[in-house]
């Protein structure tokens, strides 16, 4: 059977635009850093913590005020760095953050990670750049 000319075009044409998908979907993937903890005394201190609503594009204290309450502790901002009462573990830091990811940041239907959160009233929800979708957030 010969090839023509035409079908290779075609073939072509379609890979680089799958190709081009490829690349879309993986930049639309967040990579979260690893959370940088070390105690000073009976305090945590989260060094990278800026890093995280930075990325996300929350605001830094909705983001404490989570991290605190789950932790049942106290926290406050410093420069780049987060300071909570008691000495928490990396692991519990990790968990969270990725249940915040997963609450707050990652569109439900189409998974993105591009959103951002609306307030009307009472009410908030997380409106997705990447496919439009806007969905109740329990506050
Ligand atoms: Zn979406």
């Known amino acids: 059977m010969e090839v023509s000319e035409e079908y290779l075009e075609l073939l072509h ?10 690349i879309k979907s993986s930049t639309a993937r967040l990579e979260l850093p690893e959370p940088q903890i ?3 005394g009976s305090k945590t201190i989260f060094r990278n913590y800026m890093d995280f609503p930075r990325l996300i594009r929350r605001e830094p204290n909705r983001l404490l005020m989570f991290l605190a309450k789950e932790l049942a ?5 410093d420069g780049e760095r987060a300071i909570f009462i008691g000495r928490k573990d990396k692991g519990s830091f990790s968990a969270l953050l990725n249940r915040y990811m997963k609450d ?36």
């Not at 502790?73 to 901002?77: D, K």
Request: net charge positive; with cysteine.
């Open 13 to 22: 044409r379609l890979r680089s635009r799958l190709g081009k998908a490829g």
């Open 38 to 40: 070390m105690w000073i």
């Open 73 to 77: 502790t106290a926290a406050s901002l």
């Open 104 to 139: 707050f940041v990652f569109c439900p239907v189409c998974g993105s990670p591009d959103t951002h959160i609306e307030r009307a009233k009472r009410l908030q929800f997380m409106v997705c750049e990447a496919c439009g979708a806007r969905s109740s957030l329990r506050s």
